[in-house]
């Protein structure tokens, strides 16, 4: 019975030690930054680090309010992710509910486009986009980066709610229309509830997507529009780069997301498992 017992448990220690190894590799770059922002400038430039912390200061933060405007760029962040969200969620949701409830010509070529818009590149589309809100006067404005973004963010959107709107069975919204209810208070009062759970998981990845973009930030705007991603940019200079200000900066932009997921784990962590598996 003994062996049994340790026979059973081996393979369950291995997956235990696996899933540890993952836990340290990927929070390991988390546990660097925050050790960089707290420890002296000096420790932070030292060729023989310490994986230890050697003191506490928070005089990187003080440095890194300092050297730029950071409560500006990280307003424009702020609303540039927030207005994604919304308008995504918003048009994303429409685009859903038409694809997995209405029969139309071409519906599964807009399925497989929305499949190939995803694999493009965003590297590729850097110029065409340049040109094309410089053509439309939306270059250095942030509603031409969220424009941007929202190109980006649609085709998962749509592509993952669908999948969740696609499990939710017709049975009930006919159900609601027998009651009484027309096809929007139907959609409203049954379906739309159990949507939430999908909304808050693809809503986290939309802000996260919008928030630590850098590269699109960098070409679009201005150095005086520029956004948080861009304003860690600033510490680095022709006379090198100020890691501890700039992890204490990193770690300040990281403080929204880490929030959001707070406040929403519950309703993501059922999102993420309950959606996007029926197709």
Known sequence: MSSTLTGRRAPKLWWNLLGLLVFVTAGFPLYWM???AFKPAKDAIDPDPSLLPTGITFDNFGR???????????GRSMTVSLAVVVVGMAVGL??????????????????????????VPLVAMIIPVFLLLND??????????????????????????????????????EAAMVDGCSRTSAFLRVVFPLLAPGMVATSVYAFIQAWNEY?????????????????????????G????????????????????FLLVQRKMAAGLTAGAVKG
């Open 94 to 119: 429409l685009a859903a509910l038409a694809i997995s409830r209405f029969a139309f010509r071409g519906r599964k070529i807009v399925i497989v486009g929305i499949l190939a818009v995803q694999m």
């Open 241 to 260: 780069t100020e890691y501890a200000p700039m992890m204490a900066g990193a770690t300040m932009m990281a403080v929204p997301i880490v929030a959001l």
């Open 34 to 36: 925050l050790n960089t």
């Open 136 to 173: 439309l006067g939306q270059y250095d404005r942030l509603t031409g980066l969220i424009i941007t973004y929202l190109t980006f963010v649609l085709p998962f959107t749509v592509w993952t709610l669908r999948g969740f709107i696609v499990n939710i069975p017709r049975e009930l919204e």
């Open 215 to 239: 590269l699109y930030a960098l070409m679009l705007l201005s150095q005086k529009n520029q956004t948080a991603t861009v304003w860690l940019g600033n510490f680095t200079t022709k006379h």
């Open 64 to 74: 890194a309010l300092d050297i730029a405007d950071f409560w500006g760029p990280v």
